[in-house]
């Protein structure tokens, strides 16, 4: 079994550039092979193979990245199962600089084998702004599917589901605030928290932000605002649909007034 360090160089802003770039020339200088990835959010979308290769079940590995809950399902969004692999998580956003060292110098004492550094980089034009359910809370009540305008959410057997997480608009995470069962995770949202993916929630002062935000999102008559949402988002489709078929339809009489 091989040992190896991989870092989350979060694109998300979450933590300081500063201090990213020291964790980062720490691990450059560490003996152990170290793979660099940056951005765990967006890899684990764009290429599933190389995260399921990272993440083999053969390493033992000592992952820097957020919070245990956000990453267990980002592993587990990318075909790889958390239970079969040997894996420690320092959770950069709660733990400091000093334990953050002491826990690579020990993990890094039992390492054999040759200093390497490597980096993945994900898709760099896209912010990798997207929801993770949690499906340990999720209900499958439809209203974040229901609310949602960018066909990100998908309800199929039962189950809400992500589909589209290009769609998703960056930086918005108001299907999260008004979600009941605060089931819905932005790993890049920087106010942290539940919608942050903390595993820490406190569920009294979840259901308090949960009313105010409904109200303030929603107004007095949460199903006919759902209803109407999921009415526009309709027609957004079906104006999508129309757009698509004129444009085929002006290509092809282009195409045959070419041919004549």
């Known amino acids: 079994m091989s040992k190896k360090i991989v870092f989350c160089n979060c694109g998300g802003k979450n933590i300081g550039a500063e201090r990213m770039q020291g964790l980062d020339n720490l691990l450059q200088n560490t003996d152990a092979e170290v793979i660099a990835i940056s951005d765990l959010c967006g ?9 399921s290769k990272i993440f083999s079940p053969t390493d033992e590995i000592l992952l820097l990245a957020c919070y245990p809950r956000t990453i267990n399902y980002i592993l587990q969004n990318s075909d790889v199962d958390p239970a079969n692999i040997k894996y420690q998580l320092l959770n950069i956003r709660e733990l400091n600089d000093e334990q953050i060292y002491n ?3 020990s993990f890094n004492d039992e390492h054999k084998g040759e200093h390497s550094y490597s980096e993945i980089k994900s898709d760099e034009e896209w912010p990798a702004w997207y929801p993770i359910i949690d499906e340990n809370r999720c ?9 949602c305008l960018f066909g990100v959410y998908e309800i199929k057997d039962d189950k809400v589901k992500v589909i589209h997480p290009h769609g998703c608009k960056n930086n918005c995470p108001a299907c999260a605030r008004i979600c009941p069962q605060t089931a ?14 903390s595993d820490q929630i406190d569920e009294m002062a979840e259901q308090q932000r949960q009313v105010q935000d409904i109200s303030t999102i929603l107004g007095s008559d949460i199903y006919k605002a759902l209803e109407m949402r999921k009415l526009k988002r309709q027609s ?6 129309m757009t698509k078929a004129i444009a085929e339809r002006e290509k092809a009489l282009s195409e045959r007034k070419e041919i004549k």
Do not use: H, R
Request: proline share 2%; hydrophobic share 35%; glycine share 12%.
């Open 43 to 51: 890899l684990s979308v764009s290429d599933k193979d190389s995260l």
């Open 103 to 105: 826990e690579i110098e």
């Open 139 to 147: 209900t499958s009540c439809g209203q974040c599917a229901n609310f």
């Open 184 to 197: 819905i995770i932005f790993p890049k949202y920087q106010q942290g928290g539940a919608i942050g993916g």
């Open 236 to 241: 957004m489709i079906n104006n999508e649909a």
